[in-house]
């Protein structure tokens, strides 16, 4: 979602904007601009909608000079995709803002505005912020005091971009719900969402904490919290280059992530297994103390992230023999739950800033449930520092909107804390040597589904010219079939639902012909003779099936069959190795239907507002 960068420099700041929110593309977009601070301290303003690529056609003709600016890509939240409701927004020329977040009571604040003569451009709830910096700036404020007011004057989520013809030296960062990033130079500073946006310019960052504050000059950092004392942000170096967000030789970032799949998941796994045995310090220095309380898991997740723990408890009640439930984020928080004080709270999010799942992580720890636990891509975001425990997944960047690497590395994550959470229940060494056995073995099975990609992308042609896709699985495949249908949906439009197979008689049989394909993955388990008969359902009724089948499975194709063997994989991690061939398939089905494969429509890759 939206994108914030933002330089001060002792160069000219706009290419260094711009390929920073190029950087930032894979957040979901429909507008881009930026602002600079020229040589005459006047405000430069270029803003387009659609791609990045426009505003930086838009910049070649007509460049914008400056050695401090902001920019920002954004995704509609108030008001339709235009280029008046694009960011910056500026107010009587003196102040540029650019926000991420949602300003909640903006109709208060704008309703004030107008009575005080501010006239409005924009339909979104950004202009309010603008006037307001302004407002307080003319009653002879700093521009740090006027950002300070102004966010005490706002409810909501923000992340913001300030800077002011009044001080054309300085920029002013705020975060309050939505993260921003602050990188670190030689006499130059930046603010971004992303660390990617600034990779090409610096390694080293600081990450504001909820309710700072920052002050940039091209002579240093001053940060204060939200009671408006200054502080001091520990310094990171990140260790991903400025090439690890490129795509290389593939043509999508979403292809490019899904063969990187083997090697995310050899380093979800390294150095968290020794001797056959997982390693509870993995999971934090206390981890073993709070496994010891735990009697239950409640999972709170959105989205793909939400599917992997669907399978999680698949694992966490068959395997360790422990009760797990799982919630959408956004229903969780409004509804009443039943306080077990001894769950484990484990919440899942690529990014660790989507809104709803940060937002039912604070409302688990109002309401007394227990201690809690995050599995997460990106360090330091909001959500590792609000979780007493944390495992990262070492995923790298994901681009593609559509998850992929981030969903099978959830995935192992999960099949980790079952792992341990098992020891103290129904689980034996043996089991778990078993387990962490799979879990190594990973990497190379899922190349050897990488190589039927040829296949599949043959496969995809009979899905061209389709409206409607049915998926199947049983068992812990159910939650796969899921993950499948979202993935054709989000990327090539088509609409997909997943069911149980056994629920194909309770309704899905009516809409089965010969015009909608039925995707079915079939492991070599003890559900698979159901999952046939099942398969017979459809097959009298003239349905067409492509169907992913354990080489074990004894299924071959036939007049209504297309059967595509997967290598014999163990049951335990087959949903993590049947997610594959799903990804592909959705992929090539996009690439055939002409779609933007890693920027969808309407969808964004971090959700940080409601």
């Not at 103290?424 to 962490?436: A, D, G, I, Y």
């Not at 997909?496 to 629920?503: D, S, T």
Request: contains cysteine; aromatic residues 6%; glycine residues 8%.
């Amino acid at each position: 979602m939206c994108g914030i960068v933002g330089a001060v420099a002792q160069r000219k700041v706009a290419p260094i904007l711009l390929e920073g929110l190029r950087r930032l593309e894979y957040r979901g977009y429909d507008s881009a601009g930026l602002a600079v601070l020229n040589a005459d301290a006047a405000l430069e303003r270029l803003r387009t909608t659609g791609k990045v690529a426009e505003l930086a056609g838009a910049y070649q003709n007509a460049p914008v000079k400056g050695m401090v600016g902001i920019a920002h890509t954004r995704w509609a939240t108030h008001g339709k995709p235009s280029e008046n409701n694009a960011h910056p927004h500026i107010c009587r020329n003196k102040v540029a803002v650019v926000h991420n977040g949602i300003i909640e009571n903006h109709e208060v604040l704008r309703a004030e505005q107008k009575a005080n003569g501010f006239v409005f451009t924009s339909d979104t709830d950004t202009e309010v912020i603008v006037h307001q910096v302004y407002h307080h700036l003319d009653d002879g404020t700093s521009l740090l005091q006027a950002v300070r007011r102004t966010c005490s004057d706002m409810q909501g989520a923000f992340a913001l971009g300030v800077i002011s013809t009044s001080e054309p030296d300085r920029l002013i960062a705020a975060r309050r719900g939505s993260p921003l990033v602050i990188g670190i130079g030689i006499g130059e500073y930046f603010i971004a969402s992303d660390v990617a946006a600034l990779l090409p310019v610096t390694q080293r960052f600081m990450f504001l904490e909820e309710g700072d504050i920052a002050d940039l000059t091209s002579d240093g950092i001053a940060i204060y919290n939200e009671a408006g004392e200054p502080v001091e942000r520990p310094e990171t170096v990140s260790e991903l280059s400025a090439d690890a967000v490129e795509r290389g030789e593939y043509r999508h970032y979403m292809l490019k992530e899904i063969y990187e799949q083997p090697r995310a998941i050899a380093d979800t796994l390294e150095g968290r297994i020794y001797q056959g045995r997982v390693l509870e310090a993995a999971f934090g220095a206390d981890a073993a103390k709070i496994f010891e309380q735990v009697q239950g898991v409640h999972i709170i997740a959105c989205g793909t992230s939400y599917h992997a723990g669907l399978i999680g408890r698949y694992w966490m009640e068959s395997l360790a023999g422990i009760p797990c439930s799982v919630e959408v984020a956004s229903e969780f928080r409004y509804r009443k739950p039943v306080v077990r004080n001894s769950s484990l709270i484990v919440t899942i999010s690529q990014s660790g800033e989507t809104a709803d799942t940060l937002a039912g992580l604070k409302e688990a720890k109002r309401l007394g449930f227990g201690q809690s636990l995050t599995i997460c891509n990106v360090p330091e975001s909001s959500l590792t520092r609000e979780s007493d425990l944390v495992l990262m997944t070492r995923a790298g960047p994901e681009i593609g909107v559509a998850s992929t690497k981030a969903f099978t590395t959830q995935l192992v994550a999960l099949m980790l804390l079952t792992i341990v959470l098992g020891r103290r229940f129904s689980m034996n060494e043996e089991t778990e040597r078993q387990l962490v056995q799979q879990l190594e073995h990973l990497p190379r099975q899922i190349e050897e589904v990488l190589a039927l990609d040829d296949k599949i992308k043959h496969l995809s042609e009979s899905f061209a010219d389709k409206y409607h896709a049915l998926f199947l699985g049983r068992g812990a495949q159910y939650p796969v079939a899921m993950e499948g249908a979202l993935k054709l949906k989000e990327i090539s439009y088509i609409h997909a639902e997943a069911y149980p197979a056994g629920e194909l008689k309770h309704g899905p049989l009516a809409l089965v012909d010969a015009s909608m394909p039925v995707v079915v993955v079939a492991p070599n388990n003890e559900l698979l003779e159901k999952l046939k008969s099942n398969l017979h359902e459809v097959s009298a009724r003239g349905g067409q099936m492509l169907v992913f089948a354990d080489q074990n499975a004894g299924m071959s194709s036939d007049e209504t069959s297309t059967v595509l063997p997967v290598a014999p994989t163990d049951d335990c991690v087959a949903p993590i190795v049947f997610t594959i061939p799903l990804q592909l398939l959705s992929y090539h089905v996009a690439v055939l239907k002409g779609t933007d494969v890693d920027q969808p429509r309407n969808l964004a890759k971090s959700v940080t507002v409601e």
